[in-house]
């Protein structure tokens, strides 16, 4: 079975532009979750979608959303960069709703640059 | 205070001992807990699970979990110089998927 994988690998944008990430989750799983990783903050929890709803939201401002689509492929937006959002962003998936007994798999990752 | 707390380390151990990662957590409703293996430049993978109190072996891995004192670890026996990464704790606090995780420790295994 293929595991997650995210659209680009990598990515140079320059401040106050908008980018767009994408994560199709293991064949099966329907959430999708998204983190950025950073060595000073380590990794924070951005957001989860399941069936086209956002469940869960981190503490992120408005410049960063989300969606999920029909077939639980996700993108990720982030708008009017700041050299702040470099980062690695992560994609994770996972099977089910409604437990707490879920393993999550992370993607590649997609290592975006903002000079 | 952060919802799980990691020593960063580094954690130097020779090739062959145990190597023992520590986690804390502060949230007494926690109900899950992964460890996370990640190699510098790469994503996180995920190497164990454990949802009840007491150990859990998965061949050279072993997870503890004291929901009582609010720790879980993680046991590497027979350390090879392969196990060098940054372990990640996480916790799965509600019933969904949002996980919070540590800022993980430093281990390496010295040939």
């Known amino acids: 079975k293929a595991g997650v994988t995210q659209t680009p690998r990598y990515l140079i944008k320059t401040r106050g532009q908008q980018v767009t990430l994408s994560c199709s989750p293991i064949?099966?799983?329907?959430?999708v979750s998204w983190y950025q990783q950073t060595p000073g903050q380590g990794l924070q929890f951005l957001f989860e979608?399941?069936?086209?709803?956002?469940?869960n939201k981190g503490n992120f401002p408005g410049r960063f959303s989300g969606r999920q689509f029909s077939n639980s492929r996700s993108e990720m937006n982030v708008s009017t960069l700041e050299l702040g959002d470099s980062a690695l962003y992560l994609c994770?998936?996972?099977?089910?709703?409604?437990?707490?007994?879920?393993?999550?798999?992370f993607g590649p990752g997609t290592r975006l640059t903002v000079l | 205070q952060k919802e799980v707390e990691q020593n960063s380390g580094p954690l130097s151990v020779p090739e062959g001992a145990i190597a023992s990662l520590n986690c804390t957590y502060s949230d007494r409703g926690s109900q899950s807990f992964f460890w996370y293996r990640q190699y510098s430049g790469k994503s996180p993978e995920l190497i164990m699970f454990i949802y009840s109190n007491g150990d859990k072996e998965d061949g050279r891995f072993t997870a503890q979990l004291n929901k009582a004192s609010q720790y879980v670890s993680l046991l590497i026996r027979d350390s090879q110089p392969s196990d060098s990464a940054t372990y990640l704790c996480?916790?799965?606090?509600?019933?969904?998927?949002?996980?919070?995780f540590g800022s993980g420790t430093k281990l390496n295994v010295k040939p």
């Open positions: 996480a916790v799965n606090i509600n019933n969904f998927n949002k996980f919070y």
């Open positions: 979608y399941f069936s086209e709803t956002q469940r």
């Open positions: 994770a998936s996972s099977l089910n709703q409604g437990s707490a007994y879920n393993e999550q798999f």
């Open positions: 064949s099966g799983h329907r959430s």
